[in-house]
């Protein structure tokens, strides 16, 4: 297992699912729109792998030896317009296009259009082939473009699985606008293990309304050798 495998699947992934894109394309061309995140965990040979392209989170519990407390740790890297850091990279990426990220309704979206700026799929910002009638006219761009306004690879964090590692927390940004790193953490920390997931959803239904959000928990009970995959 290596940072470079989990980069390749991603790529891989990416590259078959526009394939199929490019196969139904004038049957079921709105397939062309259809895109979604990625968040990945591995733990193997005592290593915790962290893969993400979108903006989901992981985030661990770990203790703090000293005050016995569990602390929450941000692990993934989030791909949203509305981080600065993004919006950056986009103008990087983009020097000649000034409208690469827009405001809209107090919201930064990559052309107006989607909020994160990697994700597998969304075919319709990745080849201009795919940004042309029949597909639907929100979706299509005034301008014709010559490289991929959104990105498939991920970013990766490798880090070593430590002895103080209690739990890790996986969930869209539905719950995360929701619920902070640290409140995650302790409510999964004085819960039961079973039902935890759907316990973290329903505790940030309250102040988000019903948009749709995802949640998986996964305890570190992983030794070095052995090895362990989920995602969103």
């Known amino acids: ?3 470079d ?14 394939s199929v894109v490019k196969k139904q394309w004038e049957i079921k061309p709105q397939i062309a729109s259809v895109g979604s ?16 392209a979108g903006d989901s989170r992981a985030v661990l519990g770990r203790l703090n030896k000293y005050d016995k407390e569990v602390k ?3 692990l993934s890297t989030e791909h949203n317009a509305n981080l600065e850091s993004v919006r950056d990279e986009l103008r990087s990426l983009h020097p000649d296009d000034p409208q690469i990220v827009v ?20 075919a319709y910002l990745k080849r201009a082939e795919f940004n042309k009638p029949p597909l639907l006219p929100k979706f299509r ?15 990766i964090l490798v880090q070593e699985v430590d002895s103080n590692d209690r739990f890790l927390i996986f969930a869209s ?9 640290q409140e995650a953490v302790d409510l999964v920390n004085s819960s039961a293990r079973n039902g935890v997931a759907r316990k973290l959803v329903k505790a940030s ?10 949640a998986i928990f996964r305890p570190e009970k992983n030794r070095p050798g052995s090895e362990k995959t989920f995602s969103r």
């Open 103 to 122: 405001l809209k309704h107090k919201v930064w979206r990559v052309k107006g259009l989607i909020q994160v700026s990697r994700a597998i799929g969304d």
């Open 173 to 181: 940004d539905g719950l995360w606008e929701n619920i902070s790193n």
């Open 72 to 74: 929450a740790i941000q």
């Open 205 to 214: 239904i309250p102040r988000g309304g019903e948009k749709e959000r995802d």
């Open 37 to 52: 995140c990625c968040l990945v965990g591995i733990i193997c040979g005592g290593l915790l792998y962290i893969a993400n």
């Open 1 to 3: 297992m290596s940072a």
């Open 141 to 155: 761009l005034p301008e014709a473009f010559q490289k991929p306004i959104l990105l498939a690879e991920p970013s």
């Open 5 to 18: 495998v989990i980069k390749r699947a991603y790529l891989t992934t990416e590259e078959e699912f526009l």
